[in-house]
């Protein structure tokens, strides 16, 4: 995708980089507001970026 | 967010949006510490009767006032992960509170515990609050 760092992604995110690690290592879900604020911000489909664990 | 803030990296950006909050949380707790003194001070003055109890009750509904609102404040500022975390440590230190009055009034009512005190009560709950907290931070989600 990009070749950011996680406080360069928190930063861009508005959030901190402990929320966007949380997020990579699956510990947290983002609310689907900060969802659609990181799919934009990778100009990618939701869903391409979150899959669903049945 | 400003249009310099948007053209400034991600990194920086991050950079000042922790500062701000440290700033925030810096003059909250200055806030906090101001208000706490003003309002012992204005007991000692009740008890002395120079200061009337109207005017203490005001003293201490505008402190309050101004905790409830510097809290509700600080959530609006945090992000999502923070506000979380802070929302299940609030949550097991109030359960850890329930549980651990209510063992202590029955253990109280059948003689084999000292009455329930309301320091050690508040402390414990304080100390479960910290704990589940700190736990949520190194990452016990």
Do not use: C
Request: without cysteine; neutral net charge; hydrophobic residues 50%.
């Amino acid at each position: 995708m990009r070749d950011w760092s996680q406080a360069e992604l928190a930063g861009r995110l508005d959030v901190s980089r402990q929320a966007v690690n949380a997020i990579e290592t699956g510990k947290h879900d983002p609310s689907l507001p900060l969802a659609f604020r990181i799919a934009r911000l990778f100009e990618m489909p939701i869903e391409e970026i979150f899959h669903d664990e049945p | 967010m400003t249009s310099h803030e948007q053209s400034l990296s991600g990194e920086a950006r991050l950079k000042q949006r922790r500062n701000r909050l440290v700033r925030y949380l810096a003059l909250t707790l200055f806030a906090g510490f101001i208000g706490g003194v003003m309002t012992g001070w204005a007991g000692r003055l009740v008890t002395t009767e120079a200061l009337p109890v109207p005017l203490f009750v005001g003293l201490w509904l505008a402190v309050l006032i101004a905790f409830v609102w510097f809290t509700r404040d600080y959530f609006r500022r945090v992000d999502e992960l923070e506000l979380l975390d802070n929302l299940w440590a609030s949550t097991i230190a109030v359960y850890a509170f329930f549980a651990a009055a209510g063992s202590w009034f029955v253990f109280h009512d059948i003689g084999i515990a000292p009455p329930p005190s309301g320091e050690a009560l508040g402390l414990f709950t304080f100390a479960a609050l910290l704990i589940a907290y700190a736990a949520r931070k190194i990452g016990v989600r």
